[in-house]
C-alpha cells in the first residue's frame, strides 16, 4: 500500500488491464475529465477497448493508466494517460509510455500520437510537437464527442518507434 506521502513500499509494475479494472480505469480518467484535461470516457467505452489499457496497480487500486489504441498499419493513438494525484512524480505514466511504445514497437506500428495538454511532459518521453493537420482525419472520429469540438486546444504530438 503507498504510505502517506504516495510512495510505494515496494516498485510498481506495468500490467495489461483486466476486465475488472475497467471501472477504475473510468473513475481516475474522469476524474481528470472533470478538470478538463482529458477527455470523458464512457464505461462502455473503456470495456469495449480494455485490451488497449496498461496499469498500475498499488494494492487493488488502479493508480495509473494508459492506453494503445491501434488506428491503421502505421498508426497508433496513446491515449487515457492519467496518474492518481497522490502517486505522481514517481515516472508512472512515463512507465505506462514505455510500455505502450514497446507494445507499438512489437506489433510493428511505426508511429504513435497522442493530444494532449502536457506537451512538456510528452516531450521528455520523446516526443515531438505536430500541427495537427499533419494527423490523418480518420482520428478525429472521436472528436465530436469532446465538449471543445472545433476549437481543439491540445497539442499534437509524434512518437516515431523503431
Known amino acids: 500500500m503507498a504510505s502517506e506521502a504516495g510512495q510505494a513500499s515496494q516498485p510498481l509494475a506495468v500490467e495489461k488491464a483486466r476486465i475488472g479494472d475497467a471501472p477504475h480505469i473510468h473513475k481516475l480518467a474522469n476524474y481528470f475529465a472533470q478538470k478538463g484535461v482529458m477527455l470523458p470516457r464512457a464505461l ?8 488497449d489499457f496498461f496499469v498500475i496497480r498499488d494494492g487493488d ?14 498508426l497508433a493513438e496513446l491515449r487515457g494517460v ?3 494525484e497522490d502517486m505522481q512524480n514517481q515516472r508512472l ?3 505506462l509510455i514505455e510500455a505502450c511504445v514497446s507494445e507499438a514497437r512489437e506489433v510493428g506500428i511505426p508511429e504513435v500520437f497522442c493530444l494532449t495538454y502536457r ?3 510528452f516531450e521528455r518521453q520523446g516526443f515531438r510537437r505536430v500541427d495537427k493537420t499533419e494527423l490523418p482525419r480518420k ?5 465530436y464527442r469532446c465538449p471543445k469540438f472545433p ?7 509524434i512518437y516515431r518507434v523503431g
Do not use: P, Q, T
Request: charged share 25%; glycine share 2%.
Open 82 to 84: 492519467a496518474v492518481a
Open 119 to 121: 506537451a512538456s511532459f
Open 151 to 157: 476549437d481543439c486546444d491540445e497539442v499534437a504530438m
Open 139 to 143: 482520428i478525429w472520429s472521436e472528436c
Open 44 to 51: 462502455s467505452e473503456i470495456y469495449e477497448n480494455i485490451r
Open 61 to 74: 487500486r488502479v493508480v495509473a493508466c494508459a492506453a494503445l489504441h491501434v488506428y491503421w498499419s502505421d
Open 93 to 95: 505514466g512515463a512507465k
